[in-house]
């Protein structure tokens, strides 16, 4: 409910809206009208995760220990929730320990390479999303055909995922101003809102 105050969604109207945060524990998808929320999905997937899935694939494809630190650069550099048209897309130097030789090592990872370690944690926050949507009622579902979906937390800013979730649910889908804050602004708002303080704190 906060990410969807912080993103501007009108969340006292009656009026539904998908809202689909991506941060960095947990995907959190809520149905919200009226100041409520008509349903909601959480799924322990995120942006550590993604991080876990890009230096797993290093260590298995390239025989090389990187840090959290590297695959978050990574991600932010060149992640992508789509493979790229050329088939390799940009290119980023990944440096790390050579877990055979124990020594340090450098390989270059390409954006194809990263969207294809990011290819499990991606399809479960689709999975998450569309099981969203059949759960949604028949009348709210008619809002969101609408309104679409509105992405907020630092995940939503994965190169490709709104693109993606287009494309799985033929929705149309957008990325909130200020994606990252959505939740602190959101909380924020309703400090200063009556009317929206009802929506975060139940009287």
């Known amino acids: ?19 689909v945060d991506i941060g960095g524990g947990t995907t959190e998808v809520g149905v919200i009208s009226l100041q409520g929320l008509a349903y909601c999905r959480s799924a322990r997937i995120g942006g550590d995760r993604m991080d876990e899935a890009i230096i797993s694939y290093v260590r298995r494809r390239f ?19 789509l493979r790229p048209g050329d088939g390799t897309g940009p290119l980023t130097g990944v440096r790390g320990r050579d877990v055979s030789r124990g020594v340090p090592a450098e390989v270059e990872l390409s954006q194809a390479q990263v969207a294809e370690a990011l290819t499990e944690c991606v399809s479960q926050i689709v999975e998450v999303v569309r099981t969203a949507l059949e759960h949604t009622q028949p009348e709210i579902a008619a809002d969101v055909i609408d309104n679409g979906i509105t992405l907020t937390g630092g995940g939503s800013l994965l190169s490709g995922i709104d ?39 139940p009287a």
Not at 1 to 19: E, H, Q, T
Not at 63 to 81: D, F, H, M, P
Not at 184 to 197: F, V
């Open 1 to 19: 409910m906060a990410a969807a105050i912080g993103a501007g969604l009108p969340v006292a109207d009656p009026v539904g809206n998908l809202v």
């Open 163 to 201: 693109t993606l979730l287009q494309e799985a649910t033929g929705l149309p889908v957008r990325i909130a101003e200020d994606a990252m804050n959505c939740v602190a602004l959101g909380a924020g708002r309703t400090l200063e809102d009556q009317i929206l303080r009802g929506a975060l704190i």
């Open 63 to 81: 025989n090389l220990a990187i840090g959290e630190g590297t695959a978050e650069r990574v991600k932010l550099e060149i992640g992508s929730a």
